[in-house]
């Protein structure tokens, strides 16, 4: 690195909010509304202020950029993206954060966005500044995993679900379908997963079906695992 890079070395954030949407995986995304990039897809994020913390940069850049609160939400650190030519602007390295919330409000854009939307991740994949495609695809796949391991799935869910909501969340961001009988098994039967509310949602058309809460548990023992379109490994 040379003195100049040194001198000019920047900190950034960088989210990728996803959330279920009429049964497809969305990603929050801008327009940007600064150079570089100006006019392209982005996903939301910028610098690091002195004194400032991470998380609480990108809490004020969800803010900023889509007039959206990220206090309540799950912030997690995704990785840290730090290629010398990531921004054409200068050496800047960034934190990703992933956050994953049901019913999420429509965004507004901000002071740093000329616009800002849910959007598809199949729709949007592909075409993010920066190196934003990998970080949404590594943000995709660590809510893959996640789902395999705990019991994230119900954060995409409502205070209350049907086994078959919670399955539609599975097959929207693993992206395959699954056996409902056997979802519904392995689900029931891991321990923590699900609460049972003793009440049914009655649809206009169809049978009822039983009502749940998320459980205590915050990991799956055993995890429940994609394989080949099916899920295996969890309890029997």
């Not at 959206?68 to 990531?86: I, V």
């Not at 049901?102 to 500044?129: C, F, K």
């Not at 689900?187 to 699900?194: A, D, H, K, L, S």
């Amino acid at each position: 690195m040379t003195t100049r890079d040194h001198l000019y070395l920047r900190l950034a954030v960088d989210l990728a909010i996803l959330t279920v949407r009429k049964d497809l995986l969305h990603v929050l995304v801008i327009e940007r509304a600064n150079e570089p990039y100006w006019g392209r897809t982005a996903l939301p994020g910028g610098f690091l202020r002195p004194g400032e913390v991470l998380r609480a940069a990108a809490e004020r850049e969800l803010a900023e950029e889509a007039s959206l609160d990220g206090s309540g939400l799950h912030l997690e650190q995704l990785a840290t993206y730090d290629a010398p030519d990531r921004d054409p602007s200068g050496r800047v390295i960034s934190v990703a954060y992933l956050a994953i919330a049901p019913d999420l409000p429509i965004p507004t854009a901000g002071s740093d966005a000329r616009s800002a939307r849910w959007a598809p991740v199949s729709e949007v994949r592909g075409t993010l500044a920066f190196d934003h495609d990998a970080i949404l695809s590594n943000a995709v796949e660590r809510a893959r995993v996640r789902l395999e391991f705990t019991t994230l799935a119900t954060a995409f869910c409502g205070q209350t679900f049907t086994i078959g909501d919670l399955r539609n969340v599975y097959e929207v961001v693993w992206d395959m379908p699954l056996d409902p009988r056997n979802f519904s098994r392995k689900v029931v039967n891991t321990e923590g997963f699900v609460q049972s509310t003793g009440t049914k949602r009655v649809p206009e058309t169809g049978r009822p079906a039983a009502l749940y809460r998320r459980g205590p548990a915050q990991t799956l023992h055993p995890p429940i695992l994609r394989a080949a379109g099916a899920v295996t490994g969890a309890a029997t």
